[in-house]
């Protein structure tokens, strides 16, 4: 149970105050979400074949540094590094499948929060205001952004059960509401060879999704297939490279608000979340139906 | 022996901005101060929670903006008039008086009040008069589904349209509907307008600053198949 | 020569996956297409507290003399957020029962043997009687999801408010009330057309889950002025959790009602087949408080199946800090009795059970309305069968009982307080109660599971 937030700039001079935007509608749904925070922030695109992994070391201390130099010395001598405490982002011509296990094998200790030509992911447990904090989120740039605060209901307070959750690439979700059947959703994945890493009933829904996509599926009908398999109370709220969407389940027992005007879209749980923005008076409110699927394109 | 009129008891308008001053202090306010005939106004309501929950006295309370959830939530003989939107659950509960929301009003809108009036000009969400106990509700948009689910007493007037399930498990309510339901929950069926519905329909309309002609209504009530316990209803129970 | 027919009785067997019980139960569903609805708990056999005994003082500690030294029972509810916690003499608390499934005659006696032995009681699905609140001096008002008669000046007459996510016997399930219950009276306060049944909803209408239910506690204590502990009593299923995010929601008090807990009617199916036993709750209930540090901050009152006074010290030495007693209730009311006393003379009802096709003992009709000794009816004749003097008499001597067995035991372990017995004055004679409880084997020092 939770707070969810989404914001897209349709104006391209606002990109640049994404984070300041952001950061109040992620405090504001504090009261919905005080254990952890998380988001996702969807950057200029790099050039095809080049990928940003966003890695969290946890608790333990990381030498950054070293990290990026074994990465050029044994993967790409043209990869970057940009570090932010116990976060780092890793650009680089570097497939997956060949990042992943090096990274497993090599740095067994951090986690691989997300990966994408656009995507960074920030999540870390404590209430939105102090992770806000931590990783300067108000700097933060950018197209459109996914956030969240967590209640936990069932799953451990940890920063891998923190929202965003990713699969594949350059795609994430948030979900305020709990899911009946994430367990037989996992047994119905994992033979497929599809991995979990927590076992929160979130990831469930996003690796499912993320499935069906990569089984040719676009966005619209992998939710609808959502519709049928995913049951339980939701609200999703989820971000590709170019767009954000958002669904409700059929009982839209989570609340869920959407403000739109000329410069933005911006969908929070609550309109507290929202009041601050500007012209606000003046969007178009409106909140999204049961069962009915929302997408914006940046 | 003179008569008390109201203006005496009227004093100038009180505002509070909540920007300014507390949820609590207002609402304290609103519950120890208050007097009949008052005038309140609160300003920047930013979706505040709990927002003139429990009034007990027959005064006026306008709010600017957009409130969260359960705005008036268990009114009694106020007015309170909420412009802007309200979040879920806006007069939850309410005993008497009368709560007006301008713009549209999320889940479970007027969820079991017992008495009073609830008038909401846009749309209502999921739920509307949901355990609906006996107040009068009239939405001059459309309303979501499972709309007075259980709805025991008092009555639904939606000028809109409905979403699935309007009136599953009805009891004594009555719904009046101008445009379509997707589909009516279990034991809903429409029935015949008689004179006293147009009766009670005019007078809720006008109530709701609303000129539709009662006509164009049509009545949704209970069929009682569920009044008792039967092995031809199971799916239901 | 042999018969051919040899004794029948030698070669009955009975099967244990259909057994008489399951057999007769297909054949009810077969010829009526209804799953039983009945009242009271869960009868199947569970781990419970009689599979837990004290380690009495000996030489290693030195027990209270019984008669002369003192044992406090004295009890505080919701210190955390009220302004105005509630105050007991002791930590036996009655349980929530409607006006409905009681008679208002019944709900009238319970407050006022509460209130003789400085108790609270609590109203139930069908709002608060005034017979009921002139009685009781502490009188707790539930919050539930069918809110039949809630008012909010019932809300500020009352001295608690407690919020109703499910219960012991039917967690995650509704209240069916038959139509027969359902008199004018019951039916004016529940807004319902009289003997009409009513199905109470299982989810609350106007919010879901923790987040939402953060802003309905703030909702009541804005309407209250924050003066009024709030409770919030959920069904045990996952209790780990659900306390800890009612906790997080902002309660006072945490009310984990286990699998044996009792209701006025319900499917069957559901009582017997839904929810945790109240043992193993307690422990899930007292970890999730104290990982949050808030131990004493919070108060756990635990019901379901607390029957004796043994029953409430356990739960206390687990980490409850009051227990909520239902059916014993309403066993010393006379529940189940095979006689009611009407001016002073006792008269049989054995003939109204076997009508009702039970016997006393066996009983579990409330949900018929027609219970022959007066307890769980509306009916004018039967009520009468429940004269309220005697009622208030006899809750008052259990009640009494219960609190003197549990300060003996008490004493026995050393204790002047009986908030300070604990989990180690305790062991378990069943390997699953220990495993449940997390308590050593009794004569071992193995605590399953760690």
């Known amino acids: 149970m939770c707070g969810i937030v989404g914001l897209l700039l349709k104006t391209p001079t606002l990109h640049a105050s994404l984070g300041e935007l952001m950061v109040p509608m992620l405090v504001g749904m504090g009261d919905r979400g005080p254990d952890s925070a998380g988001l996702a922030v969807f950057t200029e695109q790099l050039p095809i074949g080049e990928l940003k992994y966003s890695l969290y070391s946890g608790r333990q201390v990381c030498d950054w540094a070293v990290l990026l130099a074994t990465a050029q010395a044994e993967l790409s001598d043209q990869a970057t590094l940009q570090d932010n405490g116990n976060h780092a982002i890793l650009t680089a011509q570097i497939a997956p499948d060949v990042f992943k296990p090096w990274l497993v094998q090599r740095y067994p200790q951090l986690h691989l929060l997300s990966a994408g030509r656009t995507l960074d992911l920030y999540k870390d447990t404590g209430g939105p205001a102090a992770v806000a904090q931590r990783y300067q989120f108000e700097t933060l740039k950018g197209t459109h952004l996914v956030g969240h605060t967590r209640m936990a209901t069932e799953s451990a307070v940890t920063p891998a059960h923190a929202h965003p959750f990713t699969a594949g690439e350059d795609f994430c979700l948030v979900h305020n509401g709990s899911l009946s059947n994430p367990h037989a959703i996992r047994r119905k994945l994992e033979p497929q060879g599809i991995h979990f890493e927590t076992d929160n009933d979130t990831e469930a829904a996003c690796r499912f999704l993320e499935w069906r996509m990569s089984q040719g599926d676009d966005l619209k009908t992998a939710l609808e297939k959502g519709f049928e398999e995913l049951d339980g109370f939701y609200t999703f709220l989820m971000g590709t490279a170019n767009q954000l969407a958002l669904v409700r389940d059929a009982f839209a027992c989570k609340p869920a608000l959407v403000a739109e005007t000329d410069d933005y879209v911006a969908i929070a749980s609550e309109f507290r979340a929202l009041a601050h923005l500007p012209d606000i008076d003046q969007a178009q409110l409106f909140e999204p139906a049961p069962e009915e699927i929302y997408v914006w394109n940046v | ?237 | 020569m042999p018969s051919l027919n040899p004794q029948p009785s030698t070669h009955l067997e009975a099967s244990a996956g259909y057994d008489h019980r399951i057999i007769s139960y297909i054949q009810n569903a077969a010829a009526h297409g209804l799953y039983e609805i009945r009242g009271l708990g869960a009868k199947r056999r569970l781990p419970h507290f009689d599979d837990l005994v004290f380690l009495g003082a000996s030489l290693t500690r030195y027990p209270l003399e019984g008669y002369r030294e003192k044992c406090t029972t004295k009890t505080l509810l919701g210190t955390r957020f009220a302004s105005k916690p509630i105050e007991l003499e002791t930590p036996i608390t009655i349980a929530g029962m409607s006006f409905g499934s009681l008679s208002a005659t019944v709900k009238e006696a319970i407050g006022r043997a509460a209130t003789e032995v400085g108790t609270s009681t609590t109203t139930g699905d069908g709002g608060m009687t005034p017979e009921e609140r002139a009685a009781s001096k502490t009188l707790v008002y539930q919050c539930l999801p069918s809110r039949y008669g809630f008012n909010p000046d019932d809300v500020r007459k009352a001295d608690a408010i407690e919020i109703v996510i499910g219960q012991g016997a039917k967690p995650g399930g509704g209240g069916m009330l038959l139509g027969q219950k359902i008199n004018p009276r019951v039916a004016e306060m529940r807004t319902l057309p009289a003997g009409v049944d009513q199905r109470s909803a299982c989810r609350h209408p106007d919010w879901t889950g923790p987040d939402d239910l953060t802003i309905k506690i703030q909702e009541l204590r804005e309407l209250t002025d924050w003066e009024k502990p709030i409770y919030v009593k959920v069904g045990a299923s996952r209790p780990y959790n659900d306390v800890k995010l009612a906790v997080q929601a902002g309660a006072d008090v945490i009310v984990v009602d286990g699998m044996q807990g009792g209701t006025a009617a319900t499917q069957s199916v559901f009582i017997e087949h839904v929810g945790i036993p109240t043992l193993a709750a307690i422990r899930q209930a007292v970890d999730a408080l104290m990982e949050m540090n808030v131990k004493d901050e919070v108060q756990l009152v635990v019901s379901g199946g607390v029957r004796t006074g043994a029953d409430v010290a356990k739960a206390l030495a687990l980490g409850a800090d009051a227990v909520s007693i239902g059916q014993g209730v309403l066993f010393a009311l006379g529940c189940n009795s095979s006689t009611y006393i009407q001016q002073g003379e006792a008269h049989s009802a054995e003939a109204d059970y076997a009508q009702l096709g039970t016997a006393p003992g066996y009983c579990h009709h409330c949900h018929t309305g027609l219970c022959p000794v007066g307890v769980t009816t509306q009916d004018p004749i039967l009520e009468q069968r429940l004269e309220s003097d005697v009622g208030t008499r006899r809750l008052k001597n259990y009640l009494q009982t219960l609190n003197m067995e549990l300060t003996t035991l008490a004493r026995a372990c050393g204790k002047q307080n009986v908030h300070h017995l604990e989990p180690e004055d305790l062991v378990a004679l069943t390997i699953e109660a220990a495993a449940m409880a997390r308590l050593p084997l009794a004569g071992t020092d193995w605590i399953p599971g760690t």
């Open chain 2, 1 to 237: 022996m003179e008569r008390l009129t109201l203006d005496a008891t009227v004093s100038k308008p009180l505002s509070f901005d909540l920007r300014q001053t507390s949820l609590r202090q207002v609402n304290q306010f609103l519950h120890r101060e208050l007097t009949a005939g008052q005038t309140v106004q609160i300003a920047h309501p930013d979706g505040a929670h709990s927002l003139a929950v429990g009034l007990t006295v027959p005064a006026e309370v306008n709010v600017e903006g957009h409130v969260g959830y359960y705005a008036a939530g268990m009114n009694q003989q106020a007015r309170v008039t909420i412009r802007g939107n309200a979040g879920p659950g806006v007069a939850e509960n309410m005993m008497s008086g009368r709560v007006h929301v301008t713009g549209f009003a999320s889940v479970s809108a007027g969820a079991s009040a017992h008495g009073g009036r609830l008038i909401i000009d846009g749309d209502a969400g999921l739920r509307c008069g949901i355990s609906l106990k006996g107040a009068d509700i009239v939405v001059g948009g459309s309303v979501g589904s499972f709309s007075a689910f259980m709805a025991q007493a008092g009555r639904l007037v939606i000028c809109g349209d409905a979403g699935d399930a309007l009136g599953d498990s009805l009891y004594e309510a009555v719904i009046y509907i101008r445009g379509e339901a997707k589909s009516l929950g279990a034991d809903a069926q429409f029935e015949e307008m008689r004179d006293r519905d147009y009766e009670a329909l005019h007078e809720l309309l006008s109530e709701a600053d609303l000129t539709h002609d009662p006509r164009s209504f049509r009545r949704i009530a209970s069929a009682k198949q569920l009044y008792h316990w039967n092995a031809n209803a199971q799916q239901d129970y």
